[in-house]
């Protein structure tokens, strides 16, 4: 199972499921496909925290998320 934990930095889904890459970079993060910028800004933001920065839907990105196979943790809040 693919399970994306929403409290994990972006570099760190990432690292786990390198499949992520493309993925995020068609919905339109474009700089995931940048090692530098994954490796440095990728290690300090969470996937809910670019998609406030890009003005992206976060129900959206998840949305796309689960249908291509992901399954989102939800925090315990």
Excluded: H
């Excluded at 530098?36 to 129900?59: A, F, S, W, Y």
């Amino acid at each position: 199972m693919k399970e994306l934990d929403l409290t994990q930095s972006v570099y760190t889904l990432t690292e786990s499921y390198p499949e992520l890459i493309p993925l995020l970079k068609e919905i339109g993060f474009l700089g995931i496909a940048n090692p530098v910028t994954r490796n440095t800004l990728g290690r300090i933001m969470t996937l809910p925290e670019g998609c406030k920065k890009q003005d992206k839907n976060l129900d959206e990105v998840l949305a796309i998320l689960r249908s291509k196979g992901f399954e989102i943790k939800q925090s315990q809040g």
